[in-house]
Nanobody, 114 residues
Framework: EVQLQASGGGWVQPGGSLRLSCAAS????????MTWIRRAPGKGPEQVLS????????YCLDSVKGRFTISGDNAKNTFYLQMNSLQPDDTAMYYC???????WGKGTLVTVSS
Protein backbone atom coordinates (compact mmCIF):
# COMPACT_ATOMS: atom_id res chain seq x y z
CA GLU A 1 0.00 0.00 0.00
CA VAL A 2 1.36 3.38 -1.02
CA GLN A 3 1.39 5.91 1.78
CA LEU A 4 2.59 9.48 1.86
CA GLN A 5 2.94 11.49 5.03
CA ALA A 6 3.59 15.21 4.84
CA SER A 7 4.87 17.21 7.78
CA GLY A 8 6.62 20.45 8.61
CA GLY A 9 3.86 22.99 8.16
CA GLY A 10 3.17 25.75 10.61
CA TRP A 11 2.92 29.48 11.06
CA VAL A 12 5.67 31.77 9.85
CA GLN A 13 6.04 35.50 9.37
CA PRO A 14 6.45 36.96 5.87
CA GLY A 15 10.01 36.50 4.72
CA GLY A 16 10.47 33.37 6.79
CA SER A 17 11.26 29.82 5.78
CA LEU A 18 9.85 26.37 6.28
CA ARG A 19 10.83 22.93 5.07
CA LEU A 20 8.11 20.42 4.35
CA SER A 21 8.88 16.72 4.35
CA CYS A 22 7.03 13.87 2.71
CA ALA A 23 7.81 10.36 3.88
CA ALA A 24 6.85 7.73 1.34
CA SER A 25 6.23 4.03 1.81
CA UNK A 26 4.94 1.24 -0.37
CA UNK A 27 7.11 2.09 -3.33
CA UNK A 28 10.68 2.96 -4.13
CA UNK A 29 11.04 6.70 -4.04
CA UNK A 30 13.44 6.97 -6.95
CA UNK A 31 11.09 5.04 -9.23
CA UNK A 32 8.36 7.68 -9.23
CA UNK A 33 7.82 11.32 -9.87
CA MET A 34 6.81 13.36 -6.84
CA THR A 35 4.81 16.59 -6.78
CA TRP A 36 3.85 19.15 -4.20
CA ILE A 37 0.35 20.55 -4.63
CA ARG A 38 -1.15 23.36 -2.58
CA ARG A 39 -4.65 24.56 -2.02
CA ALA A 40 -5.21 28.04 -0.66
CA PRO A 41 -8.45 28.91 1.16
CA GLY A 42 -11.23 29.40 -1.37
CA LYS A 43 -9.07 28.42 -4.35
CA GLY A 44 -8.47 25.37 -6.44
CA PRO A 45 -5.43 23.09 -6.19
CA GLU A 46 -2.20 24.42 -7.64
CA GLN A 47 0.81 22.42 -8.73
CA VAL A 48 3.86 23.86 -7.03
CA LEU A 49 6.92 21.77 -7.86
CA SER A 50 7.56 18.36 -9.38
CA UNK A 51 10.59 16.13 -9.48
CA UNK A 52 11.09 12.98 -11.52
CA UNK A 53 12.55 9.70 -10.33
CA UNK A 54 15.96 10.76 -11.53
CA UNK A 55 15.93 13.83 -9.34
CA UNK A 56 15.32 16.46 -12.03
CA UNK A 57 12.79 19.21 -11.54
CA UNK A 58 10.09 18.90 -14.16
CA TYR A 59 7.76 21.68 -13.10
CA CYS A 60 7.98 24.87 -11.04
CA LEU A 61 5.15 27.31 -10.44
CA ASP A 62 6.23 30.77 -11.63
CA SER A 63 5.33 32.49 -8.38
CA VAL A 64 7.69 30.28 -6.35
CA LYS A 65 10.69 30.33 -8.68
CA GLY A 66 13.80 31.38 -6.83
CA ARG A 67 12.11 30.84 -3.47
CA PHE A 68 11.07 27.18 -3.30
CA THR A 69 13.15 24.12 -4.07
CA ILE A 70 12.30 20.43 -4.19
CA SER A 71 14.65 17.61 -3.38
CA GLY A 72 14.64 13.96 -2.43
CA ASP A 73 16.56 11.55 -0.25
CA ASN A 74 16.37 8.06 -1.73
CA ALA A 75 17.92 6.48 1.35
CA LYS A 76 15.15 7.88 3.53
CA ASN A 77 12.39 7.54 0.93
CA THR A 78 11.56 11.14 1.67
CA PHE A 79 11.26 14.26 -0.42
CA TYR A 80 11.26 17.84 0.65
CA LEU A 81 9.96 21.27 -0.19
CA GLN A 82 12.22 24.03 1.02
CA MET A 83 10.30 27.29 1.10
CA ASN A 84 12.12 30.57 1.57
CA SER A 85 10.97 34.18 1.47
CA LEU A 86 7.46 33.06 2.26
CA GLN A 87 4.64 35.47 1.54
CA PRO A 88 0.99 35.59 2.67
CA ASP A 89 -0.07 34.30 -0.76
CA ASP A 90 1.80 31.09 0.02
CA THR A 91 -0.68 30.32 2.78
CA ALA A 92 -2.28 27.00 1.87
CA MET A 93 -2.64 23.36 2.67
CA TYR A 94 0.30 21.61 1.05
CA TYR A 95 0.01 18.04 -0.21
CA CYS A 96 2.65 15.64 -1.43
CA UNK A 97 1.70 13.36 -4.29
CA UNK A 98 3.30 10.59 -6.28
CA UNK A 99 2.96 8.68 -9.53
CA UNK A 100 1.54 11.47 -11.65
CA UNK A 101 -0.57 12.64 -8.70
CA UNK A 102 -2.23 9.26 -8.33
CA UNK A 103 -1.36 9.02 -4.65
CA TRP A 104 -1.89 11.83 -2.17
CA GLY A 105 -0.84 12.25 1.41
CA LYS A 106 -2.74 14.22 4.03
CA GLY A 107 -1.87 17.86 3.80
CA THR A 108 0.16 20.03 6.08
CA LEU A 109 -0.97 23.60 6.68
CA VAL A 110 1.33 26.53 6.01
CA THR A 111 0.22 29.91 7.30
CA VAL A 112 2.19 33.04 6.47
CA SER A 113 1.13 36.14 8.33
CA SER A 114 2.40 38.86 10.56
Amino acid sequence: EVQLQASGGGWVQPGGSLRLSCAASGFTFGSSDMTWIRRAPGKGPEQVLSINGGGSVTYCLDSVKGRFTISGDNAKNTFYLQMNSLQPDDTAMYYCTAADMTYWGKGTLVTVSS
